[in-house]
Structure formats: structure tokens, C-alpha cells
């Protein structure tokens, strides 16, 4: 089973000034909402973490849902032996989460784990709904702690683009 999680940091604290209704892409995607986060196989009890603090939580589940998406683009889907990657970096550094489809199976695995640790293996279907689900937990959280956030329209654009499956 997946588990997709965050936590905001106090350390980076939105802008006061902040006008959320209004923000555009880049802004949400990457000036707020700072924090960890994290993505967890809970039968095997491992995960994949940050512990950095001023990862923008909003732009990791969006772009999430958008490596699922990529992840998926063979016409044979989940029939296809051949390898399809995908990676998703962490602007303020160098790391990476790297993603690899092989079959309807995806590995998981980041520049920070050590090389003799496995990746974690997510069927891609599961994957693909757990994205979406924690995108759109992600976005009620927000929306609930910060006025507005529910009206900008990026928001709208972005919940429709993922739908809940």
C-alpha cells in the first residue's frame, strides 16, 4: 500500500503579504507552501523522504501526478517490458526522485538512498491514484489554511487536469 505525506516547515513561511485567490503557476508551484515530504511503501515499512524543509509540497504533488502521466505513455501500458523513466527534481539542489515503469510495475528510488537499498515498487494503476488522491487532500489542507487559495483558478485548472480516479 502507498502512503504520500507532508508536513510545512515554520522555517519558510509564506509571504505575509500573499494574495492566494491570485497567485500564478509559478508562485504556487514554487514560492509556497515550503515543507517535507514523503512516500512510503507500508508493507515493506520503507519510504522515500525529505528532511530539507523548504520543498514546495504543492509543485512535488503536481509534478507527481504529472510523472504518472508520463510513466504511462506506451501504447502497450502495462503489457510493455520496455523501460520508461522519469524523474522529478528538487529545484534548490541537485537530488532527484527517479521513477522507472517497467509492465504495469513502478520502482522508486531518489539520489539520496544508497545504491544497495531497493527501490520501492508501486503498481502504476495504484500509483496513479494515490497521486491524485494526495493532490487533492494536498489542495483542501491549503485551501483550509489560507484563504482564497480555493478560488485562484490555477487551482481549478490543476484539480481538473488530476481528477480524483
Known amino acids: 500500500m502507498i502512503d504520500l505525506g507532508y508536513s510545512l516547515s515554520r522555517r ?3 509571504p505575509p503579504q500573499t494574495d492566494y485567490r491570485t497567485a ?9 507552501f515550503c515543507g517535507d515530504v514523503y512516500l512510503a ?3 515493506s515499512d520503507r519510504e522515500l523522504s525529505t528532511a530539507w524543509g523548504w520543498v514546495p509540497v ?4 503536481w509534478a507527481l501526478c504529472d510523472i504518472v502521466e508520463q510513466l504511462d505513455r506506451d501504447p502497450l501500458g502495462s503489457r510493455s517490458a520496455r ?3 522519469a524523474e522529478l527534481d528538487f529545484t534548490e539542489s541537485s537530488d532527484r526522485m527517479l521513477f522507472e515503469r517497467r509492465f504495469g510495475w513502478v ?4 539520489d539520496w538512498v544508497p545504491v544497495e537499498e531497493a527501490p ?6 495504484a500509483l496513479r491514484r494515490e497521486a491524485r488522491d494526495f493532490l487533492h487532500d494536498l489542495v483542501a489542507d491549503l485551501a483550509d489554511m489560507h484563504e482564497g487559495l480555493a ?7 490543476l484539480q481538473a487536469r488530476f481528477p480524483r480516479i
Open 12 to 14: 519558510f513561511p509564506d
Open 24 to 32: 500564478d503557476v509559478r508562485t504556487l508551484r514554487h514560492d509556497l
Open 41 to 43: 511503501d507500508t508493507e
Open 58 to 61: 504543492l509543485d512535488f504533488a
Open 83 to 85: 523501460p520508461v523513466r
Open 107 to 110: 520502482e522508486v528510488t531518489a
Open 120 to 125: 520501492l515498487t508501486f503498481n502504476h494503476a
Open 151 to 157: 478560488d485562484n483558478p490555477a487551482v481549478w485548472a
